[in-house]
């Protein structure tokens, strides 16, 4: 298996301007987690999908930020627009139905918004 | 609300034990173990839950005291690959099954 896959690895853009990040998580598992890393405020849920249906959005910052999950096979991450301080690695990781099972981690997005 | 850990940091050198702390101030259902290397995703380590029941890394070793909502993960005769974050997940009964909430990290570094 590929494990979970993200793109781009890394993004480099300019306040304001829309952002979109990508993931593909592993084929069978039913939960997708995004979260966010930064230095100051560390690993961070953003939101939480499972069996494609979003069921904690709770981290999600603020409006500028949405997540969709259209099928099992694919969900995006947008911040639009986009600040400074978004800058951060991105990650996806996706999981087997119960918390029994590990979440496996994407190689992240790292985005810098100047 | 995010469990906390400690100690923050610790420097061994090869060869030497360590012991990483995870406590929260609501009862827990399960603890996850993840370490992460610089410039790397979070990596799987171990899963404890509720009632005894363990899923994990062979050379690692943690314990889940249920009454005192802690976890220790025990590190021994370590190796300079054992360098890394290390993070605790806890979930709650509330919301067993869905997510949980990764702790600030604990910073090790082996040393040759």
């Known amino acids: 298996d590929a494990g979970v896959i993200q793109s781009p690895r890394h993004e480099v853009t300019e306040m304001g301007q829309e952002v979109t990040l990508r993931c593909k998580p592993i084929s069978g598992h039913n939960s997708l987690f995004w979260y966010r890393q930064t230095m100051m405020r560390g690993l961070e849920l953003l939101i939480y999908f499972n069996n494609n249906v979003p069921i904690d959005d709770s981290g999600m910052p603020e409006d500028r930020f949405s997540a969709k999950m259209p099928n099992a096979s694919f969900s995006t991450l947008k911040i639009q627009p986009s600040e400074p301080r978004d800058s951060a690695v991105y990650f996806c990781?996706?999981?087997?139905?119960?918390?029994?099972?590990?979440?496996?981690f994407g190689p992240g997005t790292r985005l810098t918004v100047t | 609300q995010q469990p906390v850990q400690s100690p923050q940091a610790v420097i061994l050198r090869e060869g030497e034990d360590a012991v990483i702390n995870c406590s929260s101030s609501?009862?827990?259902?399960?603890v996850h173990w993840y370490r992460q290397k610089h410039g790397e995703a979070p990596v799987f380590l171990m899963i404890?839950?509720?009632?005894?029941e363990q899923k994990g890394h062979e050379k690692i070793s943690a314990s889940f005291n249920e009454k005192k909502q802690q976890s220790s993960l025990y590190l021994t005769a370590s190796q300079l690959s054992y360098s890394g974050t290390y993070f605790c997940g806890t979930e709650a009964p509330d919301n067993y099954g869905q997510n949980f909430v990764f702790g600030p990290g604990t910073r090790l570094s082996v040393l040759p």
């Open positions: 404890l839950l509720k009632g005894g």
């Open positions: 990781a996706s999981r087997e139905d119960t918390s029994y099972y590990e979440q496996y």
């Open positions: 609501k009862a827990l259902y399960s």
